[in-house]
């Protein structure tokens, strides 16, 4: 069945740094691709997303590219900050499933 | 938009015993979700209404678990008899659709069964 890689967690870097977060996915569709995040002490909240092959979703400074060819939606930043902290899930939708399937999850911790 | 609302926030409940939760999701949204999600993994779809209509529901699902959503505007969760395998936080959603449509969360209830 479809199904979602993240890397694992946590992820631990400087502030100022540059962030990748791997995504990977197996459908037998065409998915559209989601990042969530859970800010420490809140719900879910969509960060951006990619509906279509080469399609690059971007929000808050984040981005993330749909490449078919390698099946990845890999979440970046520039320059990340303390606020930035949180967990971060990579999720695909397709109609034959009729909900999100969603990665474990990749904590993020952003150090001073 | 008040967003998406959940009661209780908290629920520590013996085993055996039932309990309900509630969702209220934004208004104009005719789909909702219900989720669960352990520590260390992402939401794990349970059910989906489609404005009163249950079309989804997880084979996960045991029959100790039911929703309603009766005038397509709240939901309710009923967990029968529950287990302490049961406890997890309990996430519920809501959107204009399905598809590419924004999931909106709500703040969830944690469920524990001692």
């Known amino acids: 069945g479809d199904s979602v890689t993240q890397m694992e967690g946590p992820v631990t870097l400087s502030e100022e740094a540059f962030l990748t977060i791997n995504c990977t996915y197996t459908a037998t569709g065409y998915p559209s691709l989601f990042w969530y995040v859970q800010y420490p002490g809140e719900g879910l909240q969509l960060l951006l997303k990619?509906?279509?092959a080469d399609d690059k979703g971007s929000n808050k400074g984040f981005e993330a590219t749909y490449r078919k060819e390698t099946t990845s939606f890999h979440l970046e930043k520039g320059s990340v900050q303390v606020s930035d902290s949180a967990v971060y899930f990579c999720?695909?939708?397709?109609?034959?499933?009729?909900?999100?399937?969603w990665g474990a999850g990749t904590k993020l911790i952003i150090k001073p | 938009d008040t967003g998406v609302s959940q009661d209780p926030r908290h629920k520590i409940t013996k085993r055996g015993q039932n309990v309900t939760f509630r969702c209220d999701p934004i208004s104009e949204h005719n789909r909702l979700y219900w989720y669960r999600q352990t520590l260390g993994q992402g939401p794990e779809f349970l059910t989906y209404?489609?404005?009163?209509?249950?079309?989804?529901k997880s084979r996960l699902l045991s029959d100790r678990f039911s929703a309603e959503r009766p005038k397509g505007s709240f939901s309710t969760l009923e967990i029968q008899r529950t287990e302490q395998g049961d406890s997890a936080m309990y996430l519920c959603?809501?959107?204009?659709?399905?598809?590419?449509?924004?999931?909106?969360f709500g703040p969830g209830t944690r469920l524990t069964v001692t």
């Open positions: 999720a695909l939708w397709t109609d034959s499933n009729y909900q999100l399937i």
């Open positions: 209404f489609q404005n009163e209509a249950q079309l989804e």
């Open positions: 990619a509906t279509k």
């Open positions: 959603a809501s959107s204009k659709g399905g598809g590419v449509y924004e999931q909106y």
